[in-house]
């Protein structure tokens, strides 16, 4: 289970962490305004993940801002939402929480809490907006335990993409727009993921959608698996990290996937390329297609995944 981080010294070392980590293109002395104030001070643009983010040191808290921005900023920008972390301890009265899993990875947590919404809204409304986010439980210092939204990992060289995701689901959110539904491309195969697995497994998820839906398959949003003619339905398992248990359970549930649906579905195995490579003649003798799966940045790119479709 999680752990919230209270101690002083790894608070900061996690935050120069981050600082570090984020990517953008500098844009200074931009005047950014919320409800309530303004502040003028140098913001970085991350251009593909369409977001700009800044540091505000505080006297009891670090504020991460974060703005969501399609184009390059202007001399003027409104935040989109803030995520304040605690300096000195871990405390529930703050949104934004450093979590450590149990190998000592660290986590930039959210506690699902989100102001400035429109009239309206709970607090707590954000939860149910994002229900297929990364939530998972936390034990904080006293022992007290709370469920929170894992951001992204600190080390991830996914976390600049990750954290763009989460600053358009809470502009979409603040909107009043309808929360966007799981694609379920992927049987739940796995029912214990790491935070980060889970991290990795959405992104790859959203881009196997992506990658359908410029290839034609689907008749519709309301209805992904209306394929246009008598074609089988397809069906993918995905494999995040490459865990021999969660292989097997992935083969396992297309397997009997496969049994079930007989002509009617076509099983697919998505797994990242470095374990195709490594177990490839296994996978091969397989009874349903394998695509592998390798990372561009931090965009997941299918190779053999027309050849599956076929």
């Given at each position: 289970?999680?752990?919230a981080v209270?101690?002083?010294?790894?608070?900061?070392?996690a935050?120069?962490r981050l600082?570090?980590?984020l990517k953008?293109?500098?844009?200074?002395?931009v005047?950014l305004?919320?409800?309530g104030?303004?502040?003028?001070?140098?913001?970085h643009w991350a251009?593909d993940?369409?977001f700009?983010?800044?540091f505000?040191?505080?006297?009891?808290?670090?504020?991460l801002?974060?703005g969501?921005a399609?184009h390059a900023p202007?001399?003027?920008?409104?935040?989109t939402?803030?995520?304040n972390?605690?300096?000195?301890r871990?405390d529930?009265?703050?949104?934004?929480?450093?979590a450590?899993?149990?190998?000592?990875a660290l986590?930039l947590?959210?506690s699902?809490?989100?102001?400035g919404a429109?009239t309206?809204?709970?607090?707590a409304?954000?939860?149910d907006?994002?229900?297929d986010g990364?939530?998972?439980?936390?034990?904080w210092?006293d022992g007290?335990?709370s469920?929170v939204?894992i951001?992204a990992?600190?080390?991830?060289?996914?976390?600049?993409r990750l954290?763009g995701?989460?600053?358009?689901?809470?502009r979409?959110?603040?909107a009043?727009?309808?929360?966007?539904?799981?694609?379920?491309?992927c049987?739940?195969a796995?029912?214990v993921?790491?935070?980060?697995?889970?991290c990795d497994?959405?992104?790859?998820?959203w881009?196997?959608?992506?990658?359908?839906?410029k290839?034609?398959l689907?008749g519709g949003?309301?209805?992904l698996f209306s394929?246009?003619?008598?074609r089988?339905?397809?069906?993918?398992a995905l494999v995040?990290?490459?865990r021999p248990?969660?292989?097997?359970?992935?083969?396992?549930?297309l397997?009997?996937?496969?049994?079930?649906?007989?002509?009617?579905?076509?099983p697919i195995?998505?797994?990242p390329?470095a374990?195709?490579?490594?177990?490839?003649?296994a996978?091969?003798?397989l009874?349903?297609a394998?695509?592998?799966?390798r990372w561009?940045g931090a965009?997941?790119?299918?190779?053999g995944?027309?050849?599956?479709?076929?």
């Amino acid at each position: 289970m999680l752990r919230a981080v209270g101690e002083p010294r790894r608070i900061d070392r996690a935050i120069r962490r981050l600082q570090g980590a984020l990517k953008g293109v500098p844009a200074r002395r931009v005047r950014l305004t919320w409800r309530g104030g303004e502040l003028s001070t140098t913001i970085h643009w991350a251009r593909d993940d369409h977001f700009w983010w800044a540091f505000e040191p505080r006297a009891a808290r670090h504020a991460l801002l974060l703005g969501h921005a399609a184009h390059a900023p202007t001399r003027r920008e409104s935040i989109t939402c803030e995520i304040n972390l605690p300096r000195s301890r871990a405390d529930r009265k703050v949104a934004g929480i450093i979590a450590a899993d149990a190998q000592g990875a660290l986590y930039l947590a959210h506690s699902g809490r989100m102001g400035g919404a429109r009239t309206g809204q709970r607090k707590a409304g954000f939860r149910d907006f994002l229900a297929d986010g990364v939530w998972r439980p936390l034990v904080w210092p006293d022992g007290e335990e709370s469920e929170v939204l894992i951001v992204a990992p600190l080390d991830s060289p996914r976390l600049t993409r990750l954290l763009g995701q989460f600053v358009d689901t809470v502009r979409r959110y603040k909107a009043g727009d309808t929360p966007v539904e799981a694609t379920g491309l992927c049987i739940e195969a796995t029912p214990v993921d790491s935070a980060a697995a889970a991290c990795d497994r959405r992104l790859v998820d959203w881009a196997l959608h992506e990658e359908l839906v410029k290839r034609g398959l689907f008749g519709g949003a309301a209805d992904l698996f209306s394929l246009r003619g008598e074609r089988p339905q397809p069906l993918f398992a995905l494999v995040a990290d490459g865990r021999p248990d969660e292989l097997a359970l992935a083969v396992g549930s297309l397997s009997l996937a496969q049994a079930r649906g007989g002509r009617d579905v076509r099983p697919i195995l998505i797994a990242p390329a470095a374990l195709v490579a490594r177990d490839d003649a296994a996978l091969q003798a397989l009874p349903f297609a394998c695509v592998s799966f390798r990372w561009r940045g931090a965009r997941a790119i299918f190779d053999g995944l027309d050849d599956a479709l076929a």
